[in-house]
């Protein structure tokens, strides 16, 4: 189990953050964004374990979320299907990411519920998957998926050709979820 600091870049990307800015995480990038990580426990080659230094979401970060993950390899990706609130749907690049488990189940005080997983065949449903935090004068979005992925991204030597033609109809759907972030970052405090 590592229980490695991550060093004093997320100083710098704090500060810069209660100053105005924004950080947006994505994946690997919102692991490092909460209080906590929770990745492939019970894995004795993946497991981590530890406190984040950024902690702009008042949780842990738990991952994967969905199984067959590596880091040798894609085995793990797929498209994947998250919804809103409101009930929009869509399918977005996921590998490895994790779902945002509040410290206090009760009080959703400094964040908000912006996407969440949709149930799929692997009955993942109703977990966190975006989250967006007003931190100082700055804001942040931390998101367990790669909605910035495209097919265009993806070759079909690495990835899963099943994976590169279901992303090749998803660009609409992303940009949702792309825009929907934006937009939380870009509202003033």
Known sequence: VSTQSTGSSGINAEYGVESG????G??????YGASHIEFA???????IEAERELKFFPGTAVGPVFPGY???????ERVVTMERED??????????????RPDNLNDTTGYKELWRYSKDGDNVMAKVAAVGMEVGK???VLC???PEVSAAQLD????????????KSVDKERFAVLDSIFKFLKTDT
């Open 21 to 24: 800015g924004w950080y947006l």
């Open 26 to 31: 994505f994946c690997a990038g919102s692991y």
């Open 41 to 47: 426990k019970g894995d004795p080659t993946m497991e």
């Open 70 to 76: 590596s880091y040798l390899d894609n085995s793990g």
């Open 87 to 100: 009930g929009t749907t869509a399918r977005v690049y996921y590998n490895g990411g994790c779902e945002f």
């Open 138 to 140: 700055g804001r942040v």
């Open 144 to 146: 367990g998926t790669h």
């Open 156 to 167: 079909n030597i690495q990835h899963k050709k099943e994976v590169i033609e279901e992303m």
